[in-house]
């Protein structure tokens, strides 16, 4: 019984907590759900305000499994561009948009999210509730 009431209590936070999102001035980032049971698929919104100096955008996740994801973007038009990622195996993760510029410079926000392994702690996996 006492082996059902952690699981439980976990999809029941997990339910319940809104989505994390990061802003850097121009740049969003969230991800949907932020905590689940591995393998883990989820969806990212990646949002990239108008701007003539934006030129380029890259997506990177980083954990137990990495991937970077690079494109150009035309500046002067709005861009929110939706990701799944599927099967991600346990550990806790970092996922990045950077916008860059024009100019040289670059913008950019993070979020990160949690694939738990079949009885694992969350804590020894170094993820944070």
Known sequence: MRRFILPLLLLASIALSPPTTSYTRD?????????????????????????????????????????????EINGDSPKTTWQIIQNLPAGPYVLTLIAGRADGTTQQASTRICALGSG??????GCEP
Request: net charge positive; hydrophobic share 45%.
């Open 27 to 71: 740049v969003a980032i969230s991800a949907s759900p932020r905590f689940g049971f591995a393998p883990l698929s989820v969806r990212v919104q990646m949002t990239i305000k108008p701007d003539k100096l934006n030129r380029s955008a890259t997506f990177i996740y980083d954990g137990p499994i990495s991937r970077l994801s690079a494109w």
């Open 120 to 125: 694992a702690d969350p804590t020894d996996l």
